[in-house]
């Protein structure tokens, strides 16, 4: 027999399967997806790489087939089935397939395993009697204290014993010889779930949640795995309905995945799920350390957990008998990675339950443009909650116009209309939410005279002004004093846009001096559990208001908080990238469902500059289905996603000059493969930042109506790569469908 064996190298030109010879000691012991030792290349230096499959026969020359030198003590395994999906992944995603399998194995080595330690005696009551008098006559101090807790408690905490009683390892050896004890281990599972005393509430189902779990019930029954998008509005009981489609899975003796956007939903949502399902569940996510998440990954392997939370990672839960993928706010752009393969958890998910004859759920109160297209068009199951689970009205929505604003003289980031209710709400001793869809303290530095703006010299971006006078690039680190006179016309008129969550923070101290304030954003929450004491503090109503961006605007329930102001609320909706008035209807609406979700009444402040816009009409209204039909109009009239498959080859290297050739030769490759295929090639141009740490960056743009004919075009692209060597400086990937252009 031979092994099928993946390099563990990163190289194009290498991603390709090696056969090894499996020895004797080995035959027993080797499996699918474990990490092994192997020689590799003329001086045979020893490299991992992964088992994908064993053979008969082997495609080499017999005198040159290797032997594998031994199995990775430290290495994790990787299931059979989820290297059938990384294989997916690589021909779906681009990259290599090592870059496939290191992703979808989420835990890269084993952890020491955390043991908790008991010493039990074996003696009667009567037999322990006699020997501690014996140690007693014998002035054997430290055996006879020992004993004597011993009698007193039959089974004793280790640390207990050799911490307070003083008891060394020797004594308790010298005892376990004598038979009177016995040191027993135990693994203890780190668990990063804080167990609370929580009971499950009882829950009255609506009429609309009611329809979507029996319809998911009776099909899966019937033994139909579909994919459902579930439309509700903010605050329908979309949790209450994904926990009761889990429930029918558990029942079944399956397990489920709910994958959540960002890991500042965790502490609410695991919560929630924690009431039901108890220690069946447990969280995955990049805050954990190593051991927790080793221990989460075992344990969810033998079957011992029924519910794994986590951002898109998660999805890679390696679980014995899947039944269910929830994605929850199924729109929002985390679900795709940076890294490659450039893979969408949705897309990957879908395929997931297709292998392992599971289910897969979407949900969101403002589905994505792809998944509210495919709904139409039959390929999801829709089911649409209009209604709030507890019958509360919509919260009542103003739009302000900031142009007005600054005609009436008043030049700051709050309007008049937002000051006044929130006066208001902190009379009454209701909670308010500020929303900005910014980080830092300040946004750029210009020179009022000429209008030239401090950029960073590694990265084609503007600096930011944070607190002590350092301005920091957010792309690569760089950091410099801040500047006095202007570096272009020596103009000391320097002034900062300033539209930070901290200068919020600070203005609405200012204002309302009995406010409490709490802020949330990427710099407060940097430390382990920061988000989880920031939320909870906040849902105790330790703070009258927070302050953040938008992670506070994404799932999060606050029944005491009746007022939301967005502002600048257009920020994101003039970016150079199809999906911007799609991305601010989103965040929009979802910051207005944040408001009244308790038996309170909720206000919402939209602060714009464009009032007129259909996106922001549209939010302003809560109206997905007028936002939906004239985007999809916009989508299909420049042949944009869902109407039409796009891809982006993401070029990058040092050279300028060798970037722009060989761009240039990729463009006129495409073009004369293209044959009569439907496709459009745009570009190459320069990404929205074209220099990040000095290294240069160019995308062209590849449409066609069906994805396949994409992934033609980008497997015959790769093969074009990889035998040019002018390629071999730059950095070439595939994005499909990307987030942002």
Known sequence: MFADVIVDIQHEKLDKIFQY??????????????????????????????????SEKCEYDLSKVKSILSISEKGMEIETRLIALAAWMKEHYGGTMIQSLKTVLPIRQKENAKVKKHLRLLLSEKEGEEKLAFYRKKNQKARARLLEALLADRLLDYELVTGKLNITLPVIRALEDQGVLKLESEQIYRNPVQQGTQQERTITFTSEQEQVIRGFREDYLAGKRKTYLIHGVTGSGKTEVYMEMIHTVV?????????IPEIALTYQTVMRFYRKFGDRVSIM??????????DQMMRAKRGEIDVMIGPRSALFTPFPNLGLVVIDEEHEPTYKSEQIPRYHARETAIQRAKEEDASVVLGSATPSMESMYRARKGEYVLYEMRHRSRM??????????????????????????????MEERLERGEQIILFLNRRGYSGFVSCRECGHVIQCP???VSLSVHKGGKMVCHYCGYEQPKIRVCPEC???????????????????????????????DMDTTKKKDAHTKILSAFANEEADVLVGTQMIVKGHDFPNVTLVGVLAADMSLYTDDYRSGE??????????????????????????????HYAIKAAAAQDYKAFYEQEIRYRELLGYPPAEELMAVLAAGEDERLLETGCKYLKEYVLRIKGKAPLEVIGPASPGVDKIKDIYRRVIYIKAPEYRTLIRVKDLMEQYIEINSGFAKLRIQFDFNPMNL
Request: aromatic fraction near 6%; proline fraction near 3%; glycine fraction near 12%.
């Open 490 to 520: 020596g103009s000391g008129f320097i002034g900062e846009f300033k539209a930070g969550t901290q200068q919020i923070e600070e203005m609405v101290r200012r204002r309302f001096p009995q406010a409490k304030v709490l802020r949330m």
């Open 251 to 259: 029942e079944h003796g399956r397990q489920a995945i709910v994958l």
């Open 458 to 460: 590694h990265c084609n």
């Open 285 to 294: 996510n990049s805050r954990l350390s190593a051991g927790e998440r080793y």
């Open 392 to 421: 509360q009205q919509m919260a009542k929505v103003y739009t302000v116009d900031m142009r007005e604003e600054l005609k009436n003289g008043n030049h700051t980031i709050l309007s008049g209309k937002l000051q006044s209710l």
């Open 583 to 612: 991305r601010t209807f989103q965040l929009l609406t979802q910051a207005a469902g944040r408001a009244g979700r308790g038996m309170r009444e909720g206000e919402v402040v939209i602060q714009t500059y464009s009032p007129e």
């Open 21 to 54: 010879r499996i020895p004797e000691e080995l035959e027993s012991r080797l499996q699918p997806g474990m990490e092994v030792v192997v020689p590799f290349g003329k001086g045979n230096r020893q490299i991992k790489g992964y088992v994908t499959g064993f």
